[in-house]
């Protein structure tokens, strides 16, 4: 009974807390279930993590940057998630193929058609199941992850934040079916009781 649930919003929107609460609701639930995260989750993906999130690190052109996450993505697709999902587990991933859409595309401006190829590559077709985005404005997230250092991405302007958070409201009106927008103020048990309840109303649908 695999799934494929992925997160997704701006910084400091708290997606990462949110899909480990659901890996540990499901574990002890006795549903099978593999946590991973972009950029990363293989041994290649975690070094170019490094190279990807430092700021004042590796000078990267923005198609350089793209396709560093694109090799992140097809790694993470071809050796944790797909052999995870023939497992039948529910394979949850921090970040997937609409970040690239949202921060290369909308955020840097990349051509839309050259991202929507590039991510049909890495993810062999690969669609998730649900997307949940946690919705912030970009000065409260930026405010939330302002105490723990500044990366590449967080170091942009608030224009570019402002961008990304569009693009992920524009991607989530095309395809409301897949994906699920939650106030990311809400308190973290309510946003994780409205995720759990959608989730399990997905894998009884499977069943
Ligand atoms: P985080 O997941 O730890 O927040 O950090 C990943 C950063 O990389 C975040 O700022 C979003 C950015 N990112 C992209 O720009 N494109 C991508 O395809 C992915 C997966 C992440």
């Known amino acids: 009974m695999s799934l494929f649930v ?3 919003g701006s910084e400091g929107c708290g997606k990462s807390t949110q899909a480990k609460i659901l890996w540990r ?5 006795g549903i099978p279930a593999k946590l991973t995260y972009e950029p990363g989750g293989t ?9 990807l999130k430092e700021d004042g690190g590796e000078d990267l052109s923005s198609l350089s ?9 097809a790694e993470l697709v071809d050796k944790v998630i797909l052999p995870e999902l023939r497992q039948g587990k529910v ?3 921090d970040r997937f193929a609409d970040s690239t859409t949202a921060y290369q595309g909308y955020g840097r401006g990349l051509d839309m058609g050259m991202i929507d190829y590039m991510n049909q590559l890495a993810t062999r077709g690969l669609k998730p199941d649900l997307t949940v985005l946690l919705d912030l404005p970009v000065v409260e997230g930026l405010e939330r992850k302002s105490d723990s ?3 590449r991405f ?10 990304v958070r569009r693009g992920y409201l524009e991607l989530a009106a095309r395809e409301p079916g ?3 927008i939650i106030d990311a103020n809400l308190p973290k048990s309510e946003i994780s009781r409205i995720v759990w309840g959608r989730v399990i109303g997905l894998l009884q649908q499977r069943r």
């Open 178 to 180: 897949r994906w699920l």
């Open 91 to 93: 394979v949850i991933c």
């Open 65 to 73: 940057e793209l396709l560093l996450f694109i090799v992140c993505r």
């Open 149 to 151: 250092g500044v990366d």
């Open 154 to 163: 967080e170091g942009e302007g608030v224009d570019f934040h402002e961008r």
């Open 43 to 51: 041994p290649l993906g975690n070094r170019l993590r490094r190279i």
């Open 25 to 29: 609701k499901l574990v002890s639930s």
């Open 6 to 8: 992925t997160f997704e």
